[in-house]
């Protein structure tokens, strides 16, 4: 299930998942075990209600597409339920890519940690925000800080039209994405 909203008007509201896509050659283990597909660590997800229209929309843009002088000058905005929060949204405002790869990530240095994986990197456009990439992983850095690793919208804007156009995704049981109960 999705929640949102808490503090707005006639919030919270909540959402049940009822379909998701992710990148087909992405696999858990060989994630955990190496490099290669840093990349492809994304999911969309298609929620049963409408909530955009009460609370707004982010766009999606290709940030690292127009650049590294670009890039690597906006300022981000991240958003995120790290592991020490619990249940309360935590952000970053005002933090920078520091470098971005042909393999549809960038390094960060927003303030992320344990749970704000798949978390939204986003940049202001006019009135509102767009989303350039999620967060991924980390990677422990024995010469200076932690590096932080994201995966730029590079890797699924390809994918975002036809998964909102319903055609595209995979169908969860409707139960929040739980199997549903033998009845």
């Known amino acids: 299930r999705f929640i949102t909203g808490a503090n707005a008007p006639g919030g ?3 959402a049940r998942i009822i379909a998701y896509q992710d990148d087909p050659r992405f696999n858990y283990a060989r994630f ?4 290669e597909l840093d990349g492809l660590d994304w999911a969309l997800l298609r929620i049963d209600q ?3 229209e009460r609370l707004g929309f982010a766009g999606v843009q290709n940030l690292t597409a127009q650049g590294p002088q670009r890039a690597l000058a906006a300022e981000l905005f991240q958003a995120g339920y790290a592991w020490d929060t619990g249940d309360y949204l935590t952000g970053h405002i005002g933090c920078r890519m520091v470098e971005f790869h042909p393999d549809n990530t960038f390094m960060h240095e927003c303030d992320t940690t344990r749970g704000d994986s798949g978390s939204s990197f986003l940049v202001r456009n006019g009135a509102g925000f767009d989303v350039i990439g999620v967060d991924s992983s980390f990677r422990n850095n024995p010469n200076g800080p932690v590096i932080n690793i994201a995966v730029s919208a590079s890797s699924f804007l390809p994918h ?6 319903g055609r595209t995704g995979t169908p969860t049981s409707g139960n929040g ?5 033998d009845e």
């Open 50 to 52: 409408p909530l955009g």
């Open 177 to 181: 994405g739980k199997p549903k109960r």
């Open 160 to 165: 975002v039209a036809d998964f909102i156009a």
């Open 32 to 35: 955990n075990s190496g490099d």
């Open 12 to 14: 919270p509201f909540e």
